[in-house]
Each structure stands twice: as structure tokens, then as C-alpha cells.
T-cell receptor
Framework: EDKVVQSPLSLVVHEGDTVTLNCSYE??????LLWYKQEKKAPTFLFML????IEKKSGRLSSILDKKELFSILNITATQTGDSAVYLC???????????FGKGTRLSVIA | DAGVIQSPRHEVTEMGQEVTLRCKPI?????LFWYRQTMMRGLELLIY????????DSGMPEDRFSAKMPNASFSTLKIQPSEPRDSAVYFC??????????FGDGTRLSIL
């Protein structure tokens, strides 16, 4: 069975801290990995990673994929209260199953 | 550009009633997905369509759930009869093939 596992399930940090969120996957026919941020409403797209070792960056957020060890990390530096959200990762597969989501990491950033 | 549009935003109804959720995907996207999200189970894929044709409905929990996509710009998810355990947030998403999915704001469904 295809599965994506995220850790930790929840995390509380202070503003200014740096956090690392983990996503491991065991899927057949892996193609790419996605990161989403979900606040009160819909998940919004952050990154799509297809190649190992190439870091994607957007402001204080960055992510990298390791296709040998089957995991990805999402880093957030100098966290702000606006970073508080659930962060979801999902694997894009070849074939008929389009996406497999992890259960998410709930990040709370306190002032 | 308009994103994925879902309606209603909230629905509260009594068990046994029929519930219809609606979705308008992003114009030009050829894939449409219906998800259900709960605290316990996270985000679950219910069904998805490619070019208006249902491809995989293995995530639909029971025969009480049905989904249609009569054209490229509209889809419905119907629950009949509804039960309290169907209470969840239901998301619709659309995409191009193997590209990131864009989500609607969801319908928060409460079955009393």
C-alpha cells in the first residue's frame, strides 16, 4: 500500500526559531513530491520536487528531496506567527493513483 | 484568474437528508478531484475525473456517495442518505496531468 508519513505530527516553536518538517514515502511509481500549506481553508501549493538534491527556495522556506532515502524536508527559517498552519506533503505517482497525502504537521508559532 | 469554486461553503442538515456539493474547476484543467478531510483520517481522496470521465472511485466510502461531472466546468458530489459520520470538510481540486492540484476553499458539512 502506498503511504506518505510526516513527522512530527505537531510542533510548537517561538518566533525566530528554525524548523524542519519531515516527509517520508513508500510508494510505487514515484514521480514527484509536493508540499502544501493549509491555514483555515484550502491547501495552497508551496513546492514541487522531482529531482534529488536540488533545493527549492521561496523566501524563508526551502525544501529538498532525497530519492535514494525516500524522504523530503521542508525548512522554515526565522519563523513568524503567520507560518502557523498544517503543512502537507503528497507524492505524485505514475499510473492511476494521482496523489497520496501524508496526514500533515501542525506547526504553531508563538510570539 | 478564478480558482476552484465550491458551494456551499457550509452545510448543516439532519441525518437522512440528501446533500449535494458543487465544484467549478479552473478553466482548462483536465483533472478534477474530490477529497474529504477529518482530524482523524486527514485528507482522503474520494474520486477523481479525467476529461469528465470518472477514473478511480475506490475512495468513495459507500454507495450513499456518488459523483458526477456532466461537463468540463462542473461537478457534484452527492450523499444520500446522509449520516453524522459524513461530517467533514469536502474539498474539490483541479489540475493538469501530474501537476500540483489547486484546491477550492472547501465545504464544511455537518450532519446532525
Amino acid at each position: 500500500e502506498d503511504k506518505v508519513v510526516q513527522s512530527p505530527l505537531s510542533l510548537v516553536v517561538h518566533e525566530g526559531d528554525t524548523v524542519t518538517l519531515n516527509c517520508s514515502y513508500e510508494v510505487t511509481n514515484f514521480r514527484s513530491l509536493l508540499w502544501y500549506k493549509q491555514e483555515k481553508k484550502a491547501p495552497t501549493f508551496l513546492f514541487m520536487l522531482t529531482s534529488s538534491g536540488i533545493e527549492k527556495k521561496s523566501g524563508r522556506l526551502s525544501s529538498i528531496l532525497d530519492k535514494k532515502e525516500l524522504f523530503s524536508i521542508l525548512n522554515i527559517t526565522a519563523t513568524q506567527t503567520g507560518d502557523s498552519a498544517v503543512y502537507l506533503c503528497a507524492a505524485i505517482l505514475s499510473g492511476n493513483t494521482p496523489l497520496v497525502f501524508g496526514k500533515g504537521t501542525r506547526l504553531s508559532v508563538i510570539a | 484568474d478564478a480558482g476552484v469554486i465550491q458551494s456551499p461553503r457550509h452545510e448543516v442538515t439532519e441525518m437522512g437528508q440528501e446533500v449535494t456539493l458543487r465544484c467549478k474547476p479552473i478553466s482548462g484543467h483536465d483533472y478534477l478531484f474530490w477529497y474529504r478531510q477529518t482530524m482523524m483520517r486527514g485528507l482522503e481522496l474520494l474520486i477523481y475525473f479525467n476529461n469528465n470521465v470518472p477514473i478511480d472511485d475506490s475512495g468513495m466510502p459507500e454507495d450513499r456517495f456518488s459523483a458526477k461531472m456532466p461537463n468540463a466546468s462542473f461537478s457534484t458530489l452527492k450523499i444520500q442518505p446522509s449520516e453524522p459520520r459524513d461530517s467533514a470538510v469536502y474539498f474539490c481540486a483541479s489540475s493538469f496531468y501530474r501537476q500540483p492540484q489547486h484546491f477550492g476553499d472547501g465545504t464544511r458539512l455537518s450532519i446532525l
